[in-house]
Every structure is written in structure tokens, then in C-alpha cells.
Nanobody, 120 residues
Framework: QVQLVESGGDLVQAGGSLRLSCTAS????????MGWYRQAVGKQREFLAR???????YYLDSVKGRFTISRGNAKNTVYLQMNSLRPEDTAVYYC??????????????WGQGTQVTVSS
């Protein structure tokens, strides 16, 4: 069993910054990619950013230049540095990882989400 735990969500004023963290634990054999998604009220969950084991990153166009994804040295932690936050960034932010366990092939795992609220 694999657990992803996010932290760092908060209430922040427009123009401010937040850093989200996510740590994976459990019966992890290896992690291929880690990423972040968000879901605003009444909207579908959307992809934000992803990073693979080589450090290659991918971003949603609307967050390029404002959000930066990175992984910790242990490779089971992923961060999302969010700058110049806007009210439209308000959402629940979810961590995602492609994980191979000791018993199963690679499969997506999700955290429980952390709330980010940006006030105008």
C-alpha cells in the first residue's frame, strides 16, 4: 500500500507565494514520475506539472513561469513552488505519482489534497 501526503496549502493574498510538499511512503519499489493537479469547485481536475526521474519537467501553459516543480533528494518527495498567485488558482491541490510497489506494476497514486485559497 502506498500513501501520498500533501502539505502546505493555506490562505494567501493575490500576488503571494506558497510551497506545497508531498511525500510518498509505503511499499514503494520505485517512483517513475511525480506531479501536481488541482480541482476548483465546479471544475474538473486539471494537470499542473510533472517531473520524472531525470528531472525533466512539464507544465500547464497557464502556470509556466509562476509554478516550479521539484523533487527531493530521496526522490519520494515532490514540491510545488507557487509564486504570483491569483484568485483563479484557488483549488484543492493533489499530488500524483506513478508508483511500482513490491507487488504491482506502475500505477497512479493520489494524495488526499490540500486546499489553496487566494484572496483578491
Amino acid at each position: 500500500q502506498v500513501q501520498l501526503v500533501e502539505s502546505g496549502g493555506d490562505l494567501v493574498q493575490a500576488g503571494g507565494s506558497l510551497r506545497l510538499s508531498c511525500t510518498a511512503s509505503g511499499s514503494i519499489g520505485s517512483i517513475m514520475t511525480m506531479g501536481w493537479y488541482r480541482q476548483a469547485v465546479g471544475k474538473q481536475r486539471e494537470f499542473l506539472a510533472r517531473i520524472n526521474n531525470e528531472g525533466t519537467t512539464y507544465y500547464l501553459d497557464s502556470v509556466k513561469g509562476r509554478f516550479t516543480i521539484s523533487r527531493g533528494n530521496a526522490k519520494n518527495t515532490v514540491y510545488l513552488q507557487m509564486n504570483s498567485l491569483r484568485p483563479e488558482d484557488t483549488a484543492v491541490y493533489y499530488c500524483n505519482a506513478e508508483v511500482r510497489t513490491y507487488y504491482t506494476d506502475y500505477a497512479p497514486e493520489w494524495g488526499q489534497g490540500t486546499q489553496v485559497t487566494v484572496s483578491s
